[in-house]
């Protein structure tokens, strides 16, 4: 007992010594530590690539004003990030969340806009070592009212969308939540979803976390819209993450005379479910894919002989249009435009990843807010995250006191397929600053 005694005696001195210096006066940080735990493989890939947007903004940081000033040790440091590949797997983040603060010494987390299993455990850490935090997108009720059970965590915060729960003035309008954009779709006039179809809806869904969400909460939505969804009591299209056999649920739809189809799942599980619907000739005339659709990784990855991904549509959360003229801003001379510029120069790829965006945006924020508490005390940065307000590169950011969320705006997009490429456009927009760039495409093309 005392041979443990005295070992832990000794860590706390040695962490003295660390933080006060041999001659016991205070050492001021040599850099501010941001960490962030990514699915960089896997099946959600396309998610990891916010990464580069976080490193591009700590790279403008550090380029703009010469490192983090520390107002509370009158000292410039530079600003690194370490990121670390949880491989898709929620069983990663936690234990990398944690090493992170506790090996890597990071002052801040930074949580991907991805479903909750892979955020999730990170608010944990977060919480339990306080430490701040930022969900940089993803739904925001899967979080707040399901895993956290509307309790607030204390470091957390929460930067993204919501799939229907209302904004506090001024973003109480349309065009902040995945109900009003999508249902902005089914209106427009060139679809007018319940004239031109015969209203009968499938739903589909992967059983995790944030698709088990979205089934509980869009079919009641579109009930009330006005169609009939057909197969929620029997949960026909909710399928474990296990799932390679989709006969069942398309024949189920076929013979329902399905005109339309919404779901929220990976990429990888609906590119399997389109080619059931395609070898089953199921014909819908409209097709939403929350998640699935989001990323280019993924839509070229179902083919193109013929190209299923033609005029899916999805939600948008960035892109490469927005203006600083409209609020979008970024870290000294950064746009929307030259953040795009840059990915394609340095990748080879057009930005049709939106996740760019969101990543640079939620590491502007966690860098606003060490600037603004003058240190990398957990609890300082967490006083200056509640009182943030700023413009980023996907809007204006503000943390509500009580839930720790700041609604950013969405858009409506489908995926057009012209000149053997494929191209993400915004087709419907409730917000003047999102400008529409294409009309909708309805019904889906005549491949089938």
């Known amino acids: 007992m005392k041979k443990v005694l005295f070992i832990s005696l000794a860590v706390v001195l040695a962490l003295s010594v660390g933080l006060i210096g041999c001659g016991g006066e205070p050492v001021a940080p040599t850099s501010v530590k941001l960490g962030a735990t990514l699915p960089e493989s896997g099946i959600f890939a396309g998610f990891g690539e916010q990464g580069w947007g976080m490193q591009k903004a700590v790279d403008d940081w550090n380029d703009t004003y010469g490192g983090m000033y520390l107002s ?24 990398q969340s944690t090493d992170l603060v506790v090996t890597d010494g990071v002052h801040a987390l930074l949580c991907p806009n991805a479903p ?27 979080w707040y009212f399901g895993s956290q059970g509307e309790v ?21 309008v349309p065009g902040y939540t995945m109900v009003d954009t999508w249902f902005m779709f089914m209106d427009d006039p060139a679809v007018q979803a319940l004239n031109n179809t015969n209203g009968i809806a499938g739903v589909f869904a992967s059983s995790d976390s944030d698709g088990t ?16 969804v057909v197969g929620v009591n029997e949960t026909v299209g909710l399928f474990p993450l296990s799932t390679t056999d989709y006969f069942s649920m398309v024949k189920y739809w076929k013979d329902a005379n399905v005109e339309v189809l919404w779901g929220n799942c990976p990429g990888g599980h609906f590119g399997d479910l389109i080619a059931e619907c395609y070898a089953q000739s ?32 999805t939600e948008i ?8 003229s409209d609020g979008f801003v970024g870290i000294g001379n950064r746009t929307a435009a030259s953040l795009a510029a840059e990915f394609t120069a340095q990748s080879g790829n057009p930005p049709l990843n939106r996740s760019i965006g969101t990543g640079y945006a939620e590491a502007q924020v ?18 200056a995250l509640a009182a943030i307000s700023m413009q980023t590169l996907t809007g204006w950011v503000n943390f509500d006191s009580v839930t ?45």
């Open 72 to 95: 509370e040790w009158d000292v410039t440091v530079p600003v690194e990030l370490t990121i670390k590949d949880n491989q898709s797997d929620p069983n990663q983040v936690g234990p």
């Open 116 to 142: 909750c299993d892979l955020h999730d455990p990170t608010t944990s850490v977060a919480s339990a070592n306080g430490v701040p935090s930022i969900i940089g997108g993803g739904p925001f009720e899967p």
């Open 152 to 172: 607030t965590p204390e470091y957390t915060w929460f930067s993204g969308f919501a799939i229907g729960f209302p904004s506090a003035p001024p973003r109480d």
């Open 213 to 228: 969400g979205w089934y509980q909460e869009f079919p009641g939505l579109m009930e009330d819209y006005g169609l009939t």
């Open 282 to 313: 199921f014909e819908p005339k409209i097709c939403l894919a929350a998640r699935a659709a989001l990323f280019p990784v993924d839509v070229e990855s179902w083919g193109t002989t013929p190209p299923f991904g033609w005029g899916i549509g």
């Open 317 to 324: 959360w960035w892109s490469p249009h927005y203006q600083t």
């Open 366 to 383: 966690m860098l606003k807010a060490i600037e603004n508490a003058g240190d990398v005390d957990g609890a300082a940065i967490n006083a």
């Open 404 to 448: 720790h969320f700041s609604a950013q705006p969405l858009s409506f997009g489908q995926w057009y397929y012209e000149g053997g490429e494929f191209d993400l456009r915004i087709v419907a927009s409730a917000l003047p600053e999102i400008p529409e760039e294409d009309s909708p495409i309805f019904p889906l093309p005549s491949w089938w």
